[in-house]
């Protein structure tokens, strides 16, 4: 059993073998501990994306409530239903708006410094042999969600801001 397993698992990196003397059950060992290391930078890559994913959750509630907000009130102004000069809760929802466009660029900002920093981690450990390095370490496709939905709450708060209308 232990033959079988020494000869489908690759050996230790120079790094670690030049460094250390190794038996078969300590290869197996390292390498093992190696596969773990790189399956836990897998693992937290996608934990930072799942908070990403609730920032924007958070931020999408933010800026739509504060549109519909705004919308509801600017309709009920111009149907004479409340006075024209109670604006208070057309800007309530464009501070929704901003609050939501602003935990956005700060979401976003943590992300990408984080995902950075954990790209560095692993690509030292991969230059000490600790881990293997074989898999791709993709763009998040949360991070380009998230820059797209922070590009439309810019636009959102355009459109509030100086009253244009998509129809014209």
């Given amino acids: 059993m232990s033959t079988s397993l020494t000869e489908k698992s690759r050996p230790p990196s120079p790094a670690i073998a030049d460094r250390i003397d190794l038996d078969d059950a300590d290869r197996?060992?390292?390498?093992?501990?190696?596969?773990?290391?790189?399956?836990?930078?897998?693992?937290?890559?996608m934990s930072a994306d799942r908070t990403l994913m609730s920032i924007m959750r958070t931020a999408l509630s933010l800026i739509g409530f504060g549109f519909t907000i705004f919308q509801v009130f600017a309709k009920a102004r111009d149907a004479k239903m409340i006075a024209?000069?109670?604006?208070?809760?057309?800007?309530?929802?464009?501070?929704?708006v901003?609050?939501?466009?602003?935990?956005?660029?700060?979401?976003?900002?943590?992300?990408?410094?984080?995902?950075?920093?954990?790209?560095?981690?692993?690509?030292a450990m991969v230059g000490e042999g600790l881990v293997h390095g074989e898999s791709e370490y993709p763009i998040s496709l949360t991070l380009i969600t998230a820059t797209l939905l922070l590009l439309i709450g810019l636009i959102a708060i355009a459109s509030m801001?100086?009253?244009?209308?998509?129809t014209g």
Avoid: D, K
Avoid at 28 to 38: A, C, D, H, K
Avoid at 161 to 166: D, Q
């Fill in 84 to 96: 024209e000069s109670s604006h208070a809760p057309q800007n309530f929802g464009l501070a929704l």
């Fill in 98 to 123: 901003a609050l939501g466009i602003v935990m956005l660029v700060l979401g976003i900002g943590f992300h990408v410094r984080f995902m950075l920093g954990l790209r560095r981690e692993r690509a």
């Fill in 28 to 45: 197996i060992s390292v390498e093992l501990s190696s596969r773990r290391t790189g399956m836990s930078f897998q693992r937290t890559r």
């Fill in 161 to 166: 801001v100086f009253e244009l209308s998509p």
